[in-house]
């Protein structure tokens, strides 16, 4: 059901585990599947210098984690902001209709992350 990109990343995911001191954490959940990820920034000056996450869910939402981490990795916050689950879609090359969801908790979870460096800012 899986294409080849979205097998070899969740056999082999970049970016797992916790940052310590984060500048910013994101969790998210998809209560229908019960799914859950979680995302860690480091940002400098606004840019996303490392990112990192913990992911408990499904074979697309660990690829859809490692590949949004990867992504996000030397962006700017605001940038950062834009992108949208389709965007992480593509990244993979396509996931089943079905899996789309659990692109949505990347997004989201990009988005929880620096919603939370941002508060932390004030
Ligand atoms: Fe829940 Fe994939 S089935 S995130």
């Not at 913990?54 to 992108?83: N, P, Q, R």
């Not at 949505?104 to 460096?117: N, R």
């Amino acid at each position: 059901m899986y294409n080849q990109k979205v097998i070899d990343i969740f056999a082999n995911p970049k970016n797992v585990g916790e940052i310590e001191n984060a500048d910013g954490v994101g969790t998210v959940g998809n209560p229908s599947c019960g799914d859950i990820m979680k995302i860690y920034l480091k940002i400098e000056n606004d840019v996303i210098v490392d990112a990192k996450f913990k992911t408990f869910g499904c074979a697309a939402a660990i690829a859809s984690s490692s590949i949004a981490t990867e992504m996000i990795k030397g962006m700017k916050v605001e940038d950062a902001l834009k992108i949208k689950n389709a965007d992480v879609v593509k990244e993979l090359e396509g996931l089943p209709p079905q899996k789309i969801h659990c692109s949505v908790l990347a997004e989201e979870a990009i988005t929880a992350a620096i919603q939370d460096y941002k508060s932390k800012q004030k």
